[in-house]
């Protein structure tokens, strides 16, 4: 698979780097299904004369804005929706000279570990066609995954960045809440959702986040928090360096051959002379119900704004409440309306104190644990996902069954923490699975430095899908 110093090495004309990869994506899509319908832009060039990304294609997961292109979140209830300006990531990656290539599938407004939610179609894990490729961000994990693009953007609220990129064997980053900005996102759940990057290498994440990374005032909760030359700190020794291991995260449920790979992760660190150290987040076990309770919450209410009135669809009814009702129930589908009515419900009288406040409360308490963990180690390192992707339709029909697909990340949003997956072995079965580093807040170089010394001593990220 390319990778962007590949790209920038071997060709001096951005048209043929572009039509290979067109050329690419119209021969394995129709297998696949990573970018929406008209998500394919053939028309796409660098809108700047250089810069450190120049002509490097890449995709971008369908919830984020780009000024005149078709935006709909995956979903009925924005068909025909087109921004009227670009995302800040999308601005920055412009300026730095990349070609945003197209527009790739979602769970429908990021609801769902799948992909399987989308209002299109399922996208398909180009491992193996009859399995998922993780959600939300699934088409941007697959696209990767299958080299129809070098690098993919996608959003992370719960997982959706890092549990795809485990399933479809690329390394996906999801920064420190805040680190990059979320204007332009279309937003899930506020307090949540961070914005990162697919690559088929560590180095091409790093590279792609100093790029998108930084400051922006168009963002409330963007932080002031100098952004690193990630760069620099790739080829950095593990000596003496503390990796913590969470007992919590290998119990039971896990399947076995997870736990094999990522135990070996702990022999390669050792060896690098990284030194393992046992932590313990006594609250993991309520990360789930901590997470269903405030993100369904924050959907409820972000998701009020889609009512037919000022862009999307719109279905007339006999009156204005009429309207309302019959747009929002054609628009959205089934895994919507079930948060919706769930965050709904948690926010009411009589409810959100018994719910909202206390979800809120033990989510501090989440946040503290990983805190005094730090104090004892410099990166935490756990498995992404409990099991190697699922069969399509498998947990469809087994809503709790499914939200325990991003049971190992969620803890990781809800403390706003960076986290980073990346391929540390293959099943019996020839899927890929995932190894996970935590860092603490704003130290997204020693996560990369971790990740990239584990990468370069093993021979994962060179095993890829056969699609030809």
Same mark, same amino acid.
């Given at each position: 698979m390319y990778t962007i110093e590949d790209i920038l090495e071997?060709?001096?004309?951005?048209?043929?780097?572009?039509?290979?990869?067109?050329?690419?994506?119209?021969?394995?899509?129709?297998?696949?299904?990573?970018?929406?319908?008209?998500?394919?832009?053939?028309?796409?060039? #660098?809108?700047?004369d250089a810069g450190q990304l120049y002509g490097i294609p890449i995709a971008i997961k369908d919830n984020i804005c780009e000024e005149g292109r078709l935006t709909t979140c995956c979903s009925r209830i924005l068909e025909g929706f087109r921004p009227i300006y670009d995302a800040t990531v999308v601005k920055k990656l412009k300026e730095a000279g990349a070609v945003i290539i197209g527009k790739t599938n979602m769970d429908e407004f990021a609801?769902?570990?799948?992909?399987?939610?989308?209002? +299109? +179609?399922?996208?398909?894990?180009?491992?193996?066609?009859?399995?998922? #490729?993780?959600?939300? /961000?699934?088409? /941007?994990?697959?696209?990767?995954?299958?080299?129809?693009?070098?690098?993919?953007?996608?959003?992370?609220?719960?997982?959706?960045?890092?549990? #795809?990129?485990?399933?479809?064997?690329?390394?996906?980053?999801?920064?420190?809440?805040?680190?990059?900005?979320? +204007?332009?996102?279309?937003?899930?759940?506020?307090? *949540?959702?961070?914005?990162?990057?697919?690559?088929?290498?560590?180095?091409? /994440?790093?590279?792609?986040?100093?790029?998108?990374?930084?400051?922006?005032?168009?963002?409330?909760?963007s932080a002031?928090?100098?952004?690193?030359?990630?760069?620099? +700190?790739?080829?950095?020794?593990?000596?003496?360096?503390?990796?913590?291991?969470?007992?919590e995260y290998f119990s039971e449920g896990i399947d076995p051959e997870v736990k094999h790979f990522v135990n070996n992760v702990k022999v390669v660190l050792r060896d690098l002379g990284a030194e393992l150290v046992d932590v313990t987040l006594p609250h993991t076990k309520y990360c789930v119900a901590v997470y269903y309770i405030v993100a369904t919450a924050e959907a409820s209410s972000?998701?009020?704004?889609?009512?037919?009135?000022?862009?999307?669809?719109?279905?007339?009814?006999?009156?204005?409440?009429?309207?309302?009702?019959?747009t929002r129930e054609t628009g959205f589908g089934?895994?919507?309306?079930?948060?919706?009515?769930?965050?709904?419900h948690v926010l009411s009288s009589g409810y959100y104190d018994a719910y909202y406040l206390r979800a809120q409360k033990v989510r501090a308490l989440i946040k503290q644990d990983f805190e005094n963990a730090f104090k004892e180690v410099d990166?935490?390192?756990?498995?992404? /996902?409990?099991?190697?992707?699922?069969?399509?339709?498998?947990?469809?029909?087994?809503?709790?069954?499914?939200? *325990?697909?991003?049971?190992?990340?969620?803890?990781?949003?809800?403390?706003?923490?960076?986290? *980073?997956?990346?391929?540390?072995?293959?099943?019996?079965?020839?899927?890929?699975?995932?190894v996970q580093f935590i860092a603490q807040a704003f130290d997204e170089k020693t996560m990369f430095r971790v990740a990239y010394a584990y990468e370069q001593a093993t021979p994962w990220h060179n095993k890829h899908p056969n699609l030809e």
């Open positions: 071997s060709s001096r004309n951005w048209n043929l780097t572009r039509d290979y990869f067109l050329d690419r994506i119209n021969r394995l899509d129709s297998k696949i299904n990573a970018f929406t319908p008209e998500g394919l832009y053939s028309d796409a060039s #660098p809108q700047a609801f769902g570990s799948s992909c399987e939610t989308s209002c +299109y +179609y399922p996208t398909k894990n180009p491992w193996d066609l009859a399995r998922v #490729p993780g959600g939300s /961000s699934g088409g /941007s994990a697959a696209a990767v995954s299958a080299g129809m693009v070098p690098v993919a953007l996608g959003s992370d609220t719960g997982g959706s960045i890092r549990q #795809p990129a485990a399933l479809c064997g690329v390394v996906g980053v999801k920064p420190t809440y805040g680190r990059v900005s979320r +204007y332009g996102l279309i937003a899930f759940a506020s307090s *949540l959702d961070q914005i990162g990057v697919f690559s088929n290498s560590v180095r091409d /994440s790093a590279q792609v986040l100093g790029v998108i990374a930084g400051y922006d005032e168009m963002d409330s909760t002031d928090v100098e952004v690193d030359d990630y760069l620099s +700190y790739l080829d950095t020794s593990l000596k003496g360096l503390k990796v913590g291991v969470p007992i972000n998701l009020a704004r889609f009512d037919g009135v000022q862009y999307g669809l719109r279905v007339e009814g006999k009156d204005l409440v009429d309207m309302y009702f019959k089934a895994e919507a309306k079930r948060r919706i009515i769930l965050g709904t990166v935490i390192m756990t498995p992404t /996902s409990p099991t190697p992707a699922f069969k399509l339709g498998e947990k469809l029909d087994n809503p709790l069954s499914m939200y *325990l697909s991003d049971i190992f990340t969620i803890s990781v949003n809800l403390a706003g923490l960076p986290g *980073l997956s990346l391929p540390c072995g293959l099943n019996n079965e020839g899927l890929p699975i995932g």
